[in-house]
């Protein structure tokens, strides 16, 4: 029978929301909600690695000179920095399901737009507004199923979501292969690459319509009349299939009351902050270093537009089948070990690809790196929803990320520069030292995680 009551002094009060959540066993309203989340998060890493892999292609039709090309490139994730520091109050305040809703509107539309651009600086602004709706989207992601996955099987439902999110990367790359040397109806290729993500990310504003409030974040926020319904639902559900649901372990509600930034730096959880801001920063120049930079690279090799694209996306598919190998360990090995490893395979991959030779060792070498990275982003984003308390986690979470996107708007103005002056072999040591740094910080001072309940 399920227990859903805790003995205080002789009364029998309902024990604690977030410690029902994380006895719950795994029903079919975790796969869905996992899955609608996943299908977001594909537009989200759609809509990062657009710019970069069709930036060559840009740059011809527009004939961008270099200030040009590196403000496309940095503009969406400018927009991102913004749009993570504010959705995530947004959804600490007012609820995570409304900052979906808003944060896939504002993309949609602004993206579409982006198909329409005459000019340089129209295809800025449509970039830099479509990445304040997309910025908080792997924030968000990361809260909302932190918020309503059970401890012991949220690193693998995350990283599922993940796996079905990074087939974004080989999508963007196959559909600009395909589209890039069309025409369709007389309109440029290229553009049609923004309409599909216009038009896929209305279809996921739909079905997230249908998602359920966070549990947690309602008891945090006082209505726990709501988050009692939602969570009496989610355990008839699973005793109507006959599954177990175990004693709930004692432990508080988390405090209600209003989310402030501050907060992030009090006592307790001064440490933990600057680690995951230094960790935000620097994570994103090995991830997107490549992943924006990786057509620019080949094309420095001598490939053509047309060639490049091809390899860029063949490279690209090592991003989902990275992010599907960390299922089987992500909550069996220490969170801050698997980040560590992963980050030292990438430069190892990444110091091949710089100085492959050949067709097939560029290649090679970058699935080799996307799978990689692909291993160290699925846990990196397991790790980071794990770090705060639910009543602040989407505004801290949304403030490490937006360190991230502003590390990632550089990244055009810093390596591009050591690419063009110095060649792939210096900007793949700058992008190996980031990686050092950041392993090094996380396996001395990050905390540990894996399995732990979030409060």
């Not at 012991?152 to 990283?159: L, M, T, V």
């Not at 990310?201 to 079905?207: G, M, P």
Request: contains cysteine; positive net charge.
């Amino acid at each position: 029978m399920s227990q859903t009551t805790a003995a205080v002094g002789d009364v029998t009060a309902p024990a604690p929301i977030g410690a029902r959540l994380d006895r719950m066993p795994i029903t079919p309203l975790h796969r869905r909600l996992t899955a609608v989340i996943g299908i977001g998060l594909f537009f989200d890493t759609f809509e990062n690695n657009l710019s970069g892999t069709i930036a060559k292609v840009l740059q011809s039709d527009f004939a961008f000179g270099a200030t040009s090309l590196k403000l496309v490139l940095a503009s969406v994730f400018v927009g991102q920095f913004i749009g993570s520091l504010t959705l995530g109050r947004i959804a600490d305040r007012f609820g995570r399901r409304r900052a979906f809703l808003i944060n896939l509107a504002i993309y949609s539309v602004f993206s579409l737009l982006g198909a329409f651009s005459p000019n340089a600086t129209w295809l800025i602004v449509t970039r830099f507004l479509a990445g304040v709706g997309i910025g908080a989207e792997q924030a968000l992601s990361d809260c909302y199923l932190a918020d309503v996955l059970p401890a012991r099987k949220r690193g693998r439902f995350i990283a599922w979501a993940y796996t079905l999110a990074f087939c974004g990367v080989p999508a963007v790359g196959f559909a600009a292969l395909w589209l890039v040397p069309l025409t369709p109806l007389g309109v440029a290729g290229w553009r049609w690459l923004f309409v599909l993500g216009a038009l896929g990310s209305a279809v996921v504003w739909v079905l997230r319509r249908q998602l359920i409030e966070s549990p947690r974040w309602l008891a945090s926020a006082g209505r726990t009349a709501e988050a009692e319904r939602l969570v009496a639902g989610m355990e008839a559900e699973a005793a109507g299939r006959g599954l177990v649901l175990e004693e709930p372990a004692a432990e508080p509600e988390p405090a209600a009351g209003d989310s402030r930034l501050r907060d992030v730096l009090r006592p307790g959880m001064r440490r933990r902050t600057l680690v995951l801001w230094l960790f935000c920063v620097l994570s994103v120049v090995g991830y997107y270093g490549f992943g924006t930079l990786a057509p620019q690279i080949v094309a420095a090799k001598g490939y053509g537009i047309v060639a490049g694209l091809g390899f860029t996306a063949l490279s690209f598919l090592g991003y989902p089948v990275g992010s599907a190998l960390v299922l089987p360990v992500v909550d069996r090995l220490e969170r801050r070990t698997l980040v560590a490893l992963s980050a030292g395979a990438m430069v190892v991959a990444g110091l091949g690809f710089a100085y492959a030779g050949s067709a097939t060792l560029i290649v090679v070498c970058g699935f080799a790196y996307t799978l990689f990275s692909n291993v160290f982003s699925s846990v990196s984003h397991v790790y980071l929803s794990e770090q705060y308390p639910t009543a602040i986690r989407a505004t801290a979470s949304g403030a490490a990320y937006s360190l991230s996107k502003l590390s990632a708007a550089a990244i055009p103005f810093v390596l591009l520069p050591v690419l063009e002056g110095h060649g792939a072999g210096a900007l793949f040591s700058v992008i190996a030292a980031a990686m050092a740094v950041l392993a090094v910080t996380v396996l001395t001072l990050g905390e540990r995680t894996t399995g732990v309940p979030v409060k």
